[in-house]
């Protein structure tokens, strides 16, 4: 499987980080050995002093597919979950400056925080559709799938033009603005609407 993440999606947090809006889906990949399941510890990289928190719906892709039309694109997952894309942005900052790629950044062991899967059809309104992040009992992020510069029809549709989805792809579709730095010892909660997604220790 592989994990296909969306940067800038919100404009909000496009604008906190001093990034334009963009006018296609900004695409980045995550190897599977990025996934963190089951409420496990994140444990703090050397490589890094800042490492942030990017709370983000997540898709779980349920069927092969390339070129998806917009009007099918629905068919093409099955289950929402909520995960955090871990960057560490001062090496972000580093590569972004040198016009290289993010990977290191983004891709790094354990950087993708997952939560168990809602199957799709019991979401009321996947297109209204709030979630949220506490650090320390604290809210630090609070975002609705309604201010998606790309919704999750433009998304499948874009990336499917050129990466093959396939069954257990995971779509990480992008963090709201609160974006902010993580330290050990911090305790991280995740919520869709109201319902406790994950909590993740850091250590
Ligand atoms: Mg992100």
Redesign the pocket.
């Known amino acids: 499987m592989k994990i296909i993440?969306?940067?800038r999606n919100y404009s909000a947090h496009a604008e906190e980080l001093n990034n334009e809006v963009p006018e296609e889906p900004v695409i980045f990949l995550k190897p599977d050995t990025a996934l963190l399941r089951e409420d496990r510890d994140f444990y703090y990289p050397k490589f890094s002093k800042e490492i942030h928190y990017?709370v983000?719906i997540v898709l779980r892709v349920c069927k092969e597919g390339k070129h998806i039309a917009k009007k099918f694109s629905s068919n093409y997952y099955d289950a929402i979950g909520l995960g955090i894309?871990f960057?560490a942005r001062d090496l972000q900052a580093k590569l972004k400056e040198k016009g290289l790629p993010w990977e290191l950044a983004k891709s790094f062991d354990h950087s993708a925080v997952i939560s168990p899967f809602i199957p799709k059809k019991e979401i009321e309104n996947l297109q209204d559709l709030s979630f949220s992040l506490l650090k320390n009992r604290a809210l630090v992020q609070e975002g609705n799938t309604k201010d998606m510069i790309f919704d999750f029809a433009a998304l499948i549709t874009h990336i499917s033009k050129y990466i093959t989805l396939r069954k257990g792809d995971l779509i990480?579709t992008?963090?709201p603005s609160g974006v902010g730095p993580v330290q050990i010892g911090d305790v991280l909660e995740g919520f869709i609407q109201k319902r406790k997604m994950f909590t993740c220790h850091v250590k």
Do not use: K, L, Q
């Open positions: 993440a969306v940067g990017e983000e894309d960057t990480y992008g963090t």
